[in-house]
């Protein structure tokens, strides 16, 4: 049984010709990077007093909003904003925006409730979404709001991308296996399932980037309620389905979220810069088209350095590409060993709920992958601390049909 602490002593070791005592320190572990998650305890900071009339010292943004609405006499919920003062801070055509969505008030009413840490996931593809916020800012922004803290889920991307990546070490042995993913597309994934379940034989058993997040999020604290924020809304569809749909409570889109922001007047000048580094660039990359098949063959170069696995990779840019492609499987007309679809063209950037423009928002999520500190998650310590809290200690373990990342389809 290969320990992930012998396989990543063994990446050092190739890489620095160092023989380190302990891997988290080599790799420059440092626990504050999650501390919103390895330690729930902490308080989120609330939203402060602006010089606004309605925002009381220490009421939190879902506090003030619920005491402004009121129902109408079709029982229709509407804003309430009796004061001028009232009516400049929120206003009630962003009022409005709130209300129309279920999503937005289930997640605003589990903020105000405080009896549960609401944690938003966000999505690889979030680099630059929000003009009001600088992404430097944007976890203070949504603490500010009243969520316990941001994880990325480009880490659960890193996560799954060394899983498939093991996988595919372990399945390819001959010149006519191919793994079809990716994971982390969920029309991609939906297309397969409905329309050709013969090809679910080459699916990793794995779930989403946003289910293992969620997952890993409500083991490490039990009551957390959970918010994937990212630009799809096939994501809304995947959260429900049965067999997955213990791990993300709601999904809000990026516009949905920059509709909170802009009624709680979020103002950079007040956040604080609060940069966590958990995420390799492998797993940062996953929002593009061809993200997931750059990021597992990044992966195989630093896990097998003396082998040459070859990923001989092709990708699907869309819906249509991703109904040529299969057809192009079927018709023995592929001789790729590794099929990676996207439903939205150019990846997840390309989202529908995407808030600037794909070609931006790809340029973006590269810029935002180099710097990042690790090349792969064999290079990433937050990989193998988040497995440890999992009591996942073994490439064997992580293989395994465990619960939290895999997906019996």
């Known amino acids: ?105 289930a997640v605003l009413s589990a903020i105000r409730q405080g009896d549960r840490p609401v944690y938003a996931c966000i999505a690889p593809a979030f680099l630059s979404q929000f003009e009001l916020v600088s992404d430097a800012q944007l976890r203070s922004a949504f603490k500010q709001l009243g969520f316990q803290g941001m994880v990325e889920v480009s880490l659960f991307a890193d996560i799954l991308t060394l899983k498939e990546a093991l996988e595919f070490d372990r399945m390819i042995v001959h010149e006519n296996d191919y793994m079809l993913t990716s994971c982390c597309c969920p029309t991609w994934i939906s ?81 604080k810069t609060d940069i966590r580094e958990h995420s390799s660039a492998a797993g940062r990359i996953y929002a593009v088209n061809k993200g997931v098949s750059e990021a597992v063959q990044m992966t195989l170069k630093r896990l097998r350095p003396d082998k ?30 590794f099929l990676e679809g996207m439903g939205c063209k150019g990846g997840c950037v390309g989202g529908p709920r995407a808030l600037i423009d794909r070609e931006v928002a790809k340029q973006k999520v590269i810029e935002y992958a180099k710097k990042s500190p690790y090349e792969t998650p064999l290079d990433n310590p937050y990989v193998i601390e988040m497995l440890a809290r999992l009591g996942i200690h073994s490439v064997e373990e992580l293989l395994e049909d465990q619960k939290i990342f895999t997906r019996y389809f």
Not at 91 to 96: H, Q, V
Not at 209 to 233: D, E, W
């Open 308 to 337: 040459a696995i070859q990923v001989r990779a092709i990708q699907a840019d869309g819906v249509l590409e991703c109904r040529k492609l299969i057809e192009d499987l079927e018709k023995g007309q592929v001789k790729a060993n």
């Open 191 to 271: 297309m397969i399932r409905k329309a050709h379940p013969e090809l679910l034989v080459h699916v990793p058993k794995s779930v989403s980037p946003m289910v293992a997040t969620g997952r890993t999020i409500k083991q490490l604290v039990p009551n957390a309620f959970t918010v994937f924020v990212g630009p799809c809304l096939a994501k809304k569809v995947e959260a429900k389905e049965e067999d997955i749909k213990d791990a993300i409570d709601v999904v809000l889109t990026f516009r949905e979220v920059k509709d909170i922001m802009e009624t709680a007047k979020i103002n950079p000048d007040y956040l």
């Open 1 to 105: 049984m290969l320990t992930f602490d012998e396989l990543y002593k063994r990446v050092v070791e190739a890489s620095t010709s160092k023989k380190p005592d302990s891997v988290l320190e080599a790799l420059g572990y440092d626990p504050f990077h999650l501390e919103c998650v390895f330690n729930p305890e902490s308080k989120p900071e609330r939203w402060k007093t602006f010089n606004h009339f309605c925002r009381e010292s220490g009421k939190s943004f879902a506090d003030c909003f619920f005491n402004h609405i009121k129902q109408d006499e079709t029982g229709k919920l509407v804003p309430d904003l009796p004061k001028e003062k009232c009516q400049e801070c929120l206003g009630a055509e962003n009022m409005n925006k709130l209300l129309a969505s279920k999503d937005v008030m």
